[in-house]
């Protein structure tokens, strides 16, 4: 975890405080159980909450439990006692250290799940306004990165948002492959524990029992949460590199948020860099740095091995927090992204007017004009425009004037109809079909 | 594709001799969609069905035409065309070699994903038959790899079950990602083919329509769709891998399959390698390399670069078709594996009863003995039997009758009570429960 | 392999035929040593070379024997036997399989080593070229895709040499990681066949005796290898990257080589797609695939596990073909890429002179004006600048000119002063030093 | 960063306070070249050194400097000038944040490989007295986990040792790799700046100069670096998985060093987990999940963006801590591992002399015994052992006795020739050869 990378409400999430205070949770809850199903006295389970769930775990004093007993559940628990007493003494019957780990993991991941929805449905919002506010802002498609036909940036938008619309479905569906629950002992077989333990703990902290466990969760739930980590972590690249892309000097019809009095920019005001989203790229990249051993863990060895824990202290934390923080951080990109429409129009000029050589070059086929000599016409006019462009840093000739004077391109077609050619809503004409199938509204 | 590790019917999803008869499929569905729209005539896009349905199309002719337009789209439109005559001309009418290209993944995709399916539903009763007809075999249970508490080798199998039938359910929705269709033109706005045209294709082919496309079908649908076949590589991985563990020599609770006259096992008859699941080992490594590409290519440029082609030519395949043949060859081995319960009981014996040496000390305490003296109590005779163990092959010492021989544990437990601690029923008791939650019967 | 990506020397290293071509000699090598130790009879060593090394081994036969056999060294000894007659009873004394498949593996991996070694090297010779035919191009450096400061192309290919020359040293010593051979017998201890005999195998190959094998050649060797060819690939992608940023229709400061009479380019002149590179940049995720299970592969159970064998025979031929064809691919697209020094002075141009911005902040501070008020003045005559590029194609406005009209300034800085700082050459003054550091000349 | 991985040396090479201090003595060294030059007072550069050489720099003010200059290198700036005095003016002077952000992360990383390699030196000392001490302990060796033939304990331990040799080989190259300094200005041409700072600051600093940076020094260089750690991380899970094995309840030929008095261990005497070798294996996995993302940093754009940098904020600590630690505490495993030469005798001799069957093979047709015969002979006497050990814990039928027993095989063989074949001293003969080769003594 890096703290630059992080934001408060996740990182609490994996604070040492939060882990006792959910460790506390499983074992009063099944305390709870064994009180119902009278393995334990009622009066302990309650004594156990009353005294337990007032109390302020102190991290430093389990860390020096643990230095002696060598045990991190061991040290708690001992630690537990000094509040709850006696009574102590009825907790965590029958319960096997990884019970409490991996159910407090599911927790964690579960409410790190809650909050990486939470971001996307906020990157969701912004997405959706700016997609609205410039529905019907003209814009050069390009692919590979060479002007192709044109688009707007409010499509640019809709397709992030429906991206990230996957994105939320996907990580609701990595929500649900974690939040289990296993309560089953020493290899899973609950042979000192009843399973109903195990329902009522799932139930109340809001988990699924795990159907069958073997002292852990299986880990090809947690592969799939961090694939899909993965998964989303590089649609935030791909949308952060659309930014940079649209920010870079020659493009610049975008532009990270710049307050005008900040540093730097006085002097080299063309100076303004994409260091949020370049910063997202990066962070893209570390997020994804997840997925190879989480996968990798999946395979323990018979009813467990402990390779995988370390691997979770790392990807557990990091792979959330920096996620979280990378929605975050670009849902404040796109809220606050600065939309140059004249200069996307003047983009588009630069080869002038070339983007519509396809339409006149259909035009007058249907005008009658033989594939060959169409080919022939559109070029020698379109050539002229190129090579302009091609030596300098705007084309000086312009696509359609040339069409005008050219007498064999007018002895097919009319100005007027060499002009409708030209008409940029001829590609907006679908807009609206698109945004209803996206913002389903 | 390594033609040792591919079945048929998977590769035939990735030949050419598919992907034309895919192209074509698409070509004349948009047809039938554009001559409802009256584009182009009702008669051509019947004869195109016509002439082009039962067309065998020349690979190598389509290859020699494409050396010339360097372009495969065209080529096959060419090579059609000499089947379909002068009513080719209203093939592809507003359509972009991405409409093509990308429909057909979906399709090939989807294909492979409903072989992938099948193959885990027949893994799937493999696994359910050896977990019932095992049921109730006793092995030992092993945490850190280091003989822990009894479980049953149907247990094993039930766990293996839980995990494939997640496999499925994650296999499910890999397929509902990919299986979209885009008919959308040069940036996807549908300038020159109308939006309908895609959904008549869609609903032809059992795909969807791609709500936003831009050019391409964007691909973190495809990274999902690979991310998740590496999840379910690591769940071969881990069976595998559980497999070679108890094949082990020393081990030896199971075996591959290994047939009575096969070569070599002779005059060596213990060299009998795991090499199917050794196999499957790599296999899954293989599979898991087509996730960091795929999420690498997210972030194409702007509507479309074109950098996610060449992988996908490796990708597609390979990950699909190993895949295929790793799931297949994992229920061959499930389904034909040598299981020996004596062995297993032999090996649970070999510590001579220590696996209950927990439940001897609860019962001590429980019969009123101090902790402490409890722990030493159990410690004294455990260890005679672990020294044992320790120096030589097995141990020679029994804990059953040292605890018998004790005075101290005898004064305060029975014969019948030390004896009841050895009751390996104990540890089944819910072994009926967790199969009712695996197999819901 | 992708037939479309690989080329002909490299994919022959992978034949079946090459294969078998290097078992024969791994064998015959073998008895030599063995006929000079006296364990086997000169004249039969003799005999093999003579029949065996004119022979030609027919692939489909000794698939059909290992169909029988099941064992692809034996099928191959026993279509041996057919060439060379009796004697062949002498080949193969005291050798495991191990020995001639990991031998071969390697002599396959060091000519695959050779050619990729080669391939950088005319890739060097293509890079020196362009940078010194650069050499005082001059174009905008960027940082953040930003404009910063001028440099100039043939910097640009000196700075792509270096780290190509980088790459071929790495390669050499990947080459030599994995240039090793192994004749040790089943476990590594030459129990029945004399150390002599690897030592004389591995000379006659151009390899070295493994210092301690274990049936097998430890896998960190190949891990090396295929991380090495990952960094390599890693240098394509940035290169490629490069131009495809040159290239974008907005900068086209170079373009990949296009033919007059390139089909598709005449009605739209300006779509040129830099494919070739956009190809480079998926090869480069392709190649990088491979590192991940090359190190997965390190961990062989005990003496030996066979889980790296079939991942060898996927990353083996895959990544070095495509390795091999995206090198020679660059060098084509270097050799021959169209440079546009006009473009690179347009584009420089386009802010008009806002570069050379901070030259003339410190001039003003040198010149004694206060470091608050010369901020002031520069800001005041950018910003200017820089409003007008933001709200068009190019700006309008040019710096120089501002600049020597503000009285302000020019009470601190004389008009020759001010040109001055407009001097291109200022950038380019050690040029000539970092030349003579890259090229050594 | 977690700080039960982690080692305070490692650590303290990442703290803020290094980072400083390093940035500290790039400013001073530059300034002292600049001095030199005459660009700056040569008094300035002593006042620097003087007052900077003992300043300690406080991050808590540094962070709240950059608080408000959202620069960190500024805000370092200005924070040292507190300690310096006007003089500090004279610091930085041509200077880009990247040459020292570049050459400080070259000074970490270097001095992180030092620590790196003295690691490796620890261990391989370790495996060299573990090697030497159980040099002619026989103990089998394992194919496939399968009984092969013996080999002995020191062997697996030379075999590390090669390996780690290797290792450290690699991460001296990998030291060199990065070892560099950049002093070259906004975009790498020293326009501001005279080249010779940057040889003076590199020779100061125990680095070379760059010999052609962008801005920053190209990352194909880190990408090598962390590539080298995954290596070396893969031949510590190597090691660690063979520990596992080896510590297995059925094998149990080497434990993992267990105090006499630690916990847990009296009344389940046989449940010492081989948990550090366990959690090796999950931290190679972690170390290696720097690869990916370094590989990816290497294609930034055009001179620089800055993608790289929030990757390295977690690689450049995480791999390197990481990697420190799990080296450690494989030296400590390695040097405290309890070997049990009894039970590997015992494991050897479970399968009753089975592993010498081979050789009783050869004998027979050496004493002109058919190959048939010869198989039958072994196969029914092997037959007898296996089917014995098979159905239970070990062999209770001894091949040697029954070859002894059997008539026909007596016929060809004398008592003493069939002894002979189980002489294990067969197998040690070269085991000299492969320690001079391994240890060149």
């Known amino acids: 975890m890096i703290p630059r990378y992080a934001r408060p409400e996740m990182t609490a999430i994996w604070s040492q405080e939060t882990k006792f205070r959910i460790w506390f949770e499983i074992e009063a809850h099944a305390t709870d159980a064994l009180a119902a199903l009278g393995v334990v006295p009622k009066e302990a389970a309650k004594t156990i909450w009353e005294k337990g769930g007032t109390a302020r775990f102190d991290v430093d004093r389990i860390d020096e439990i643990e230095r002696v007993t060598k045990h991190d559940v061991i040290a708690f628990l001992t630690h537990l006692a000094e509040f709850v007493g006696p009574d102590s003494r009825f907790v965590h019957q029958g319960l096997t250290s990884s019970d409490v780990l991996d159910t407090c993991f599911s927790v964690q991941l579960k409410r790190a799940a809650d909050l990486l929805i939470a971001d996307v449905d906020a990157l969701l919002a912004a997405l959706k306004r700016r997609a609205k506010e410039h529905k019907r802002t003209v814009c050069i498609g390009r692919s590979h990165g060479i002007h192709a036909e044109p688009v707007t940036f409010g499509l640019k938008m809709a397709e992030a948002y429906a991206e990230f619309d996957r994105c939320r479905a996907r990580l609701v569906a990595a929500r649900e492959e974690i939040a289990t629950c296993a309560i089953s002992g020493a290899v899973g077989t609950f042979a000192n524990i009843d399973p109903r333990v195990e329902i009522h703990v799932a139930e109340a902290l809001g988990l699924r029992p795990e159907p069958v466990s073997t002292q852990v969760i299986p880990r090809d739930r947690h592969a799939m949460f961090f694939a ?26 975008a532009e990270e948020y710049f307050s005008p009095g900040q540093k730097g920019s006085s002097a080299m005001p063309h100076k303004r860099n994409p260091v949020l989203t370049e910063n997202l790229t990066g962070l893209a990249r570390v997020v994804r740095a997840a997925v190879t051993p989480a996968l990798e863990d999946v395979a323990l060895w018979h009813e467990r091995d402990i390779s995988h824990s370390s ?18 951080r670009l849902t404040g990109v796109v809220d606050k992204l600065l939309v140059y429409p004249e200069r996307m129009v003047a983009n588009m000029d630069r080869l002038g007017g070339l983007v519509h050589s396809q339409r006149i070059l259909l035009a007058l086929t249907q005008a009658g004009v033989s594939r060959e000599d169409a080919y022939r016409l559109v070029q020698r006019n379109a050539m002229k425009v190129w090579e302009s462009y091609h030596h300098g840093g705007s084309s000086t000739v312009d696509f359609l004037s040339e069409l005008l004077k050219d007498p064999e391109v007018r002895a097919a077609l009319s100005e007027e109809e060499i002009r409708d050619k030209f008409d940029l809503d001829y590609h907006l004409k679908h807009v609206e079909t698109i945004f209803a199938r996206v913002f389903g509204e």
Chains 1, 2, 3, 4 share one sequence.
């Open 228 to 253: 899909t980590l993965g998964v989303v972590a590089s649609s935030v690249e791909r949308l952060a590199i659309e930014i940079r892309h649209l920010q870079r000097t020659e493009v610049l019809e």
């Open 311 to 328: 691997v979770e202290r790392y990807i557990g934390p990091d792979a959330t927090i920096t996620l979280d923080f990378a929605l975050a």
